[in-house]
């Protein structure tokens, strides 16, 4: 089991940045395929990004395709989501979470059975 806490979301004008982090209990993270996903009021959670064990294999919604970044350091047992060029559609809840049964990646949230406990993120016009 894992235990997922996301950090680093806030308030940033539109055409910023932001940089989340997820950190990950346990000696096993780099077992776990990781994603994030979001959800705005009134709306479904969506993927955004999803990362394989190693690294090597990533995957993006086709809306922050070019302008987000997921990577990991499985020493630090942490997950990163580099978001930049911000638009006021990116505001949302973001969540972190892990995939113990994804072959590579996963992009659906039924992969996913441990989940954090979001951050909020809002682009403000």
């Known amino acids: 089991q894992v235990q997922l806490v996301e950090s680093g979301g806030g308030l940033v004008q539109a055409g910023g940045s932001v940089r989340l982090s997820c950190g990950a209990s346990?000696?096993?993270?780099?077992?776990?395929?990781m994603g994030w996903f979001r959800q705005a009021p009134g709306k479904e959670r969506e993927f955004v990004a999803t990362i394989s064990r190693s690294g090597g294999t990533t995957k993006y919604a086709d809306p922050v395709k070019d302008r987000f970044t997921i990577s990991r350091d499985n020493a630090k047992n942490t997950v990163y989501l580099q978001m930049n060029s911000l638009k006021p559609e990116d505001t949302a809840v973001y969540y972190c979470?892990?995939?113990?049964?994804?072959?590579?990646?996963?992009?659906?949230?039924?992969?996913?059975?441990?989940w954090g406990q979001g951050t909020q993120v809002t682009v403000s016009s």
């Open positions: 346990g000696r096993t993270f780099g077992s776990y395929v």
């Open positions: 979470a892990a995939s113990a049964t994804a072959l590579i990646v996963a992009k659906t949230l039924y992969e996913y059975a441990y």
